[in-house]
């Protein structure tokens, strides 16, 4: 499941362990050319015209730091371009397939 992924993407990136009930998700489809070029490092060309975007939101209880673990995929073949990490809405990691 893709919220195992955002998991370990915390986990790995930040060190911070979380479970699934710690998250909330929201997706989304969008344009190509909605997405911020700050936060979406690919080349945009290789998107396609409508992209679906999968965030996953961890807010720490302690400092309340939010982060958001992001998938950018085909709105209609599921295939992953890319996926990051922001924290406190600044891109922290990103990996793009």
């Known amino acids: ?9 915390l986990k790995d990136q930040v060190e911070i362990n979380t479970n699934e009930t710690d998250w909330s998700l929201e997706s989304v489809t969008a344009g190509r050319e909605e997405l911020d070029p700050a936060i979406i490092c690919t080349k945009k060309g290789r ?31 599921s295939r ?13 990691w990103t990996l793009e397939a």
Do not use: C, N, W
Request: charged share 20%; proline share 4%; hydrophobic share 55%.
């Open 1 to 9: 499941m893709i919220v195992d992924d955002a998991i370990m993407i």
């Open 47 to 77: 998107l396609p015209k409508l992209v679906m975007t999968h965030l996953f939101l961890y807010i720490e209880p302690d400092t309340g730091t939010d982060y958001v673990v992001f998938f950018i995929m085909d709105a209609t073949s």
């Open 80 to 92: 992953e371009y890319v996926r990051g990490l922001l924290i406190k809405g600044q891109l922290f």
